[in-house]
């Protein structure tokens, strides 16, 4: 029912990674999440049924970042650990999907591992810091520190989606954000730090593989203008969906066909 979708520990140089698979098809699909308040552990069934489209053609794979994170780690760290695990269990040419921070570990890998990189889409994200994501970063390291993280969840939410989808979910939100399982408070202040390390704007050039790239028209975590400088830069698709925000991911009903019709369509190298 949840298209093979299971659960493994991996070891590489760095520590341990946990990670998702499922699917039943033969071509690889890795995707890269973002800055994330929990770990993915016991999420399979969930992540699989919400890329259920991908599972026919493809085989998909979902990587934590490592157990062992401590200050400082850096964006690049990230895509090296990306790129070890991948190796690890014989993936190249693979199809890459990264989301907000996970949009900036596929640009390092894809620079230099290009071998594992076949086509990529860069979701939310960002190519080098910005005032906005830097305003939120601070406070958020700021807020964990001194309030905990459900004080960043809260933000993030109201920040992070639509306002027609705040106003839709406003009796919900409250008791989500309640209930909401948290990682280990200094990791999460490591992995944050780390948001600003991304340092790829001016290696965008380097990309050869075939790229596309969507945000959010009312970004307020990464900003609009973030994403659309890596497509400008690197002269790819790109497509903009204007009333939401950095969960335009998750909000938006055709963003998973987009990746999937940009993966399933032949294409040129940028």
């Not at 894809?110 to 994200?125: D, F, R």
Request: aromatic residues 10%; proline residues 4%.
């Amino acid at each position: 029912m949840f298209y093979n979708a299971k659960e493994d520990d991996l070891k590489i140089s760095t520590g341990n990674v946990h990670y998702i698979t499922f699917g039943n098809g033969d071509k690889p699909l890795v995707m890269i999440p973002g800055l994330r308040l929990a770990n993915i552990a016991g999420g399979s069934k969930p992540v699989a049924w919400f890329y259920r489209m991908f599972a026919k053609e493809y085989r998909i794979y979902m990587f934590d970042r490592r157990d062992s994170i401590k200050d400082p780690v850096t964006i690049h760290d990230l895509a090296e650990d990306t790129a070890e695990a991948m190796k690890a269990l014989s993936i190249r040419n693979a199809y890459i999907f990264g989301a907000s921070q996970g949009g900036s570990i596929a640009q390092d890998l894809a620079i230099h591992h290009p071998e594992l990189v076949k086509k990529m889409v860069l979701g939310v994200t960002l190519s080098r810091p910005n005032p906005t994501v830097e305003m939120n970063i601070n406070l958020w390291i700021d807020m964990a520190k001194n309030k905990g993280l459900g004080a960043v969840a809260e933000d993030y939410t109201y920040k992070g989606f639509s306002e027609s989808y705040l106003k839709k979910n406003k009796i919900f939100i409250p008791l989500s954000l309640r209930i909401q399982k948290f990682m280990d408070r200094d990791r999460f202040i490591a992995l944050a730090k780390a948001v600003l390390t991304v340092d790829t704007y001016d290696r965008l050039n380097e990309i050869k593989c075939p790229v596309l790239v969507l945000t959010g028209g009312q970004d307020k975590i990464a900003s609009r203008a973030a994403s659309v400088e890596i497509a400008e830069k690197l002269g790819c698709e790109h497509y903009i969906y204007e009333e939401l925000g950095h969960e335009a991911y998750s909000e938006s009903k055709d963003f998973n066909r987009r990746i999937y019709e940009f993966f399933m369509v032949p294409g040129t190298v940028n």
